[in-house]
């Protein structure tokens, strides 16, 4: 993935390396590294995602390990239609996956995407999430090639809502009564970012950290 994000931090258009519907490469962060789903992630999948926490504020998770599994296989099958890509969030030292980063294509030719996520709680402000969410989105513009990224989040979800703000997303609208939550509709703010503002929030990011 170097050659991708070299060509991202020149700004220039992106080498493409790999075809990511063969194979999804791991990325490597401090922190963690995503990969594509196993089966052997279905158990921690389970138990990191089926909690009152993280369930508010995402689709309906599959209610057994079994059901993971199925999600998984099915998650494999897109990817290869070149219709969707999930990586699995594996923090150093552990062998499998405790959250989740899903990009779907809303076009034939995924020059717009969305994504979601969701991690377990005990990995919430470690920073895991943040890190492995720049490496997704260098993915989604340099290797994929879309140039914009949409996000739909319940506007009571303060946390991933931030989670967007801070990665330079752009809230765009109000969906009204677009997400089913706690026995009742509630509205989602739809959040952007194209690629020309990534690269532009990559490189003030980047200078802040040296």
Sequence with gaps: MLL????????????VTTDWRQAVPALFGVRLTLRELRRSDAPMLFAMLRTEEVERFITPAPTTVQGFERFIAWSIHEREAGRYVCFGIVPDGLD??????????????????????????????????????????????????AHRL?????????????????????????????????????????????????????????????
Excluded at 4 to 15: F, K, S, Y
Excluded at 126 to 133: D, L, N, Q, S
Excluded at 161 to 175: D, P, Y
């Design 4 to 15: 991708e994000r070299t060509a991202l931090d020149a700004g220039t258009p992106p080498v």
């Design 150 to 210: 949409e996000a739909r989040s319940a506007v009571t979800n303060g946390r991933g809502n931030g989670a967007l703000a801070k990665l330079g997303a752009v809230r765009e609208g109000l969906l009204r009564k677009s997400f089913w939550q706690d026995g009742k509709y509630v509205d989602q703010a739809l959040w952007s970012i194209v690629r020309e503002d990534w690269l532009q929030s990559k490189a003030v990011w980047t200078d802040n950290v040296h």
């Design 96 to 145: 499998h996956a405790v959250g989740i980063i899903q990009v779907r294509a809303l076009d034939p030719m995924f020059g717009t995407a969305e994504w979601g996520f969701a991690i377990g709680v005990p990995f919430w402000g470690t920073g895991v999430f943040a890190e492995g969410a720049r490496l997704v989105v260098d993915f989604v513009f340099a290797v994929a090639g």
